[in-house]
């Protein structure tokens, strides 16, 4: 059974800085793209980033190009958020998912599976 | 950026009803797109992509259909576990998710 588990959220003040982890098992986590979602209180979701299983592929939201790095460590089955110059717009959960139906060149995937979310809290 | 254009924003229908909920892209996207469910206080779960092809384990009274630009999640026979708010989100390119439509009790 794939299993995503998320950690380090946490309240931070504006201009702080934060990692998010994921942990993943139940998978071959070295063989899968991955992505982080956010959702900001009562609001929708928005995609943040995307990984490829190679690390040479990597993307980010305008949003948060700049400010946020996405890292994996496939030794330890672990996807990583870091995030620095936080603003209070950042304040939302923070999901990681497995991508599906990746096709190099064609899509970017949907999001087979996700974890149970971490809440990031900017503010003063 | 492709934007996701979903409506209605909120559904109001009774058990036993058929429900429709519209997605439409700014640009065609080659049917690379997935329909999710998301109950209150939960993560979203993938229900449909590739615009049609229903996720293992997602019952079957959910389908997905359209092509180009314009896309439909039918619910044939509204359960009372459907209750949600259901988002589309595109993966051609950059993804972006449709605002959301909360299907509520009528």
């Known amino acids: 059974e794939v299993q995503l588990v998320e950690s380090g959220g946490a309240l931070v003040q504006p201009g702080g800085s934060l990692r998010l982890s994921c942990a993943a098992s139940?998978?071959?986590?070295?063989?899968?793209?991955m992505k982080w979602v956010r959702q900001a209180p009562g609001k929708g979701l928005e995609w943040v980033s995307f990984?490829?299983?190679?690390?040479?592929?990597?993307h980010y939201a305008d949003s948060v190009k700049g400010r946020f790095t996405v890292s994996r460590d496939n030794a330890k089955n672990s996807l990583y958020l870091h995030m620095n110059s936080l603003r209070v717009d950042d304040t939302a959960v923070y999901y990681c998912?497995?991508?599906?139906?990746?096709?190099?060149?064609?899509?970017?995937?949907?999001?087979?599976?996700w974890g149970q979310g971490t809440l990031v809290t900017v503010s003063s | 950026d492709i934007q996701m254009t979903q409506s209605p924003s909120t559904l109001s229908a009774s058990v036993g009803d058929r429900v429709t909920i519209t997605c439409r892209a700014s640009?065609?996207?080659?049917?690379?797109l997935a329909w999710y469910q998301q109950k209150p206080g939960k993560a979203p779960k993938v229900l449909i992509y590739?615009?049609?092809t229903l996720e293992s384990g997602v019952p079957s009274r959910f389908s997905g259909s359209g092509s180009g630009t314009e896309f439909t999640l039918t619910i044939s026979g509204l359960q009372p576990d459907d209750f949600a708010t259901y988002y589309c989100?595109?993966?051609?390119?950059?993804?972006?998710f449709g605002q959301g439509t909360k299907v509520e009790i009528k």
């Open positions: 998912a497995r991508v599906g139906g990746y096709i190099y060149g064609e899509n970017w995937g949907y999001n087979a599976n």
């Open positions: 139940g998978f071959t986590f070295s063989s899968h793209e």
């Open positions: 990984v490829g299983s190679s690390v040479n592929n990597i």
């Open positions: 640009q065609s996207i080659n049917n690379w």
């Open positions: 590739r615009a049609s």
């Open positions: 989100q595109h993966y051609y390119t950059q993804p972006t």
